[in-house]
């Protein structure tokens, strides 16, 4: 600094204890507040709650900043060049602090100004891309349970049911209709309950059950404990791959289980694959995985034996 040394520019000791003094002084309140920057990420993020970060931005940097500067200061005037420590308190050297302090503030700002926009463009696009996934996700489960296919075996199914079984005929029709409004009311949700999903999947499966009758075993968990998501028609496609990719048959019946194990829900059936192969629509597990991926770090979990085939779902809980 100027002001400790007369010929400052001849003096190559001098020289040297400034270039420490500077370098020391940049990297400390650099790596510092990136540090502190770092932290502040995994306990409240830009997008999450940008006012409380802000504030909490501008205290927790201006006093480590602030700190940082006294001592590097006191490393400088006491132990580079062997000064009294009252200097510190001098006007100049305040005037210096304070000088350092605001100019480590305005930049700290700056860069935190830049990384506030970059995470507000990815929480952006990755909104945007849940939004198509998710919309894809619904689009294919309507097209299922309308396409031409699940209407003439519901249809046929229920014309063996009028006149035999009324009241099971109305049952059926019931959660028929039950089907089509679970599909079309979650449409716009990003998870739901999984009690909710369970009971779509009761639905769902009571129609094929009537369509295959003793060839297809499901068995779902009765009773869950609540607080706990999941994306909407995630069970539902899995439950829809197993029917449509293996053989159903009285002699030879699937068996699916659905079961909860901690916080996962764990989906799992016996292998019997058909002889043809329908062709894969390339959503499926890919469109369920590519969900959790926006809504959490846990991944879908998918094993394959000789004799069955497992899925595992993170559940979600929001807290």
């Not at 830009?46 to 201006?62: A, C, E, H, Q, Y």
């Not at 005037?95 to 605001?102: G, S």
């Not at 949700?189 to 094929?208: D, G, N, P, T």
């Amino acid at each position: 600094m100027l002001l400790l040394c007369a010929n400052c520019f001849t003096d190559g000791i001098w020289v040297v204890r400034n270039f420490t003094y500077a370098f020391l002084l940049f990297s400390i309140l650099w790596l510092g507040n990136g540090f502190l920057g770092t932290l502040l990420n995994r306990v409240v993020t830009w997008v999450d709650n940008p006012g409380k970060r802000f504030l909490i931005t501008i205290v927790s940097t201006t006093l480590f900043s602030a700190v940082a500067i006294l001592l590097v200061n006191w490393v400088y005037i006491v132990l580079l060049n062997g000064l009294s420590a009252e200097l510190l308190l001098s006007m100049r050297f305040r005037w210096t602090m304070l000088t350092q302090l605001l100019v480590t503030f305005f930049i700290t700002l700056s860069v935190y100004a830049v990384s506030f926009l970059r995470s507000w463009r990815e929480a952006a696009v990755k909104a945007e891309r849940f939004q198509k996934e998710n919309a894809l996700s619904q689009y294919e489960a309507l097209k299922n349970q309308v396409n031409p296919h699940f209407l003439f075996n519901s249809l046929n199914a229920l014309t063996s049911l009028v006149h035999p079984s009324p009241d099971l005929a109305v049952k059926f029709i019931k959660q028929l209709s039950e089907v089509y409004r679970y599909v079309l009311d979650s449409q716009h949700k990003e998870v739901v309950a999984l009690e909710e999903e369970l009971a779509f999947a009761q639905r769902y499966v009571f129609l094929q059950q009537i369509r295959h009758a003793d060839g297809l075993q499901v068995t779902l968990p009765e009773k869950v404990p609540t607080g706990y998501f999941l994306p909407p028609l995630a069970l539902q496609m899995l439950l829809e791959n197993a029917i449509k990719h293996n053989k159903i048959l009285a002699n030879e019946p699937l068996h699916i289980q659905v079961t909860m194990e901690g916080n996962t829900l764990r989906v799992e059936n016996n292998l019997q694959p058909k002889t043809q192969h329908e062709l894969p629509s390339g959503l499926g597990l890919a469109n369920i995985q590519a969900r959790y991926q926006m809504l959490t770090n846990r991944k879908m979990e998918v094993a394959s034996t000789d004799t069955s085939f497992i899925v595992c779902l993170p559940l979600l809980t929001f807290q």
